[in-house]
Nanobody, 119 residues
Framework: QVQLVESGGGLVQAGGSLRLSCAAS????????MGWFRQAPGKEREFVAG????????RYADSVKGRFTISRDNAKNTVALQMNSLRPEDTAIYYC????????????WGQGTQVTVSS
């Protein structure tokens, strides 16, 4: 059974930083593209960041470019999202996801972790 487990969420003041982590039970983790999505109250889930299976290619939503960095460790089956210069509008539940390619990261989902940024 595939499991993606997020951690690292919490409450932070605007301008602060958080680092999210996702541990994957995928047997062949290194063949999956990984990504982070988020869903704010009353809004649809949106793409935040993605990383290719090898880690050589990344992509970001315009709203987080220059502030967030996605990375992965294929030896540990983990993917991380470093979030700097956080803003109140970054408040959401953040989900880890795995998929076939960096533009199709939707095969498996985690349960989500709450990030709240206070002004």
């Amino acid at each position: 059974q595939v499991q993606l487990v997020e951690s690292g969420g919490g409450l932070v003041q605007a301008g602060g930083s958080l680092r999210l982590s996702c541990a994957a039970s995928l047997r062949t983790f290194s063949i999956y593209a990984m990504g982070w999505f988020r869903q704010a109250p009353g809004k649809e889930r949106e793409f935040v960041a993605g990383i290719s299976d090898s880690g050589t290619t990344t992509r970001y939503a315009d709203s987080v470019k220059g502030r967030f960095t996605i990375s992965r460790d294929n030896a540990k089956n983990t993917v991380a999202l470093q979030m700097n210069s956080l803003r109140p509008e970054d408040t959401a539940i953040y989900y880890c996801a795995a998929g076939a390619t960096i533009v199709a990261i939707s095969a498996y989902w985690g349960q989500g972790t709450q990030v709240t940024v206070s002004s």
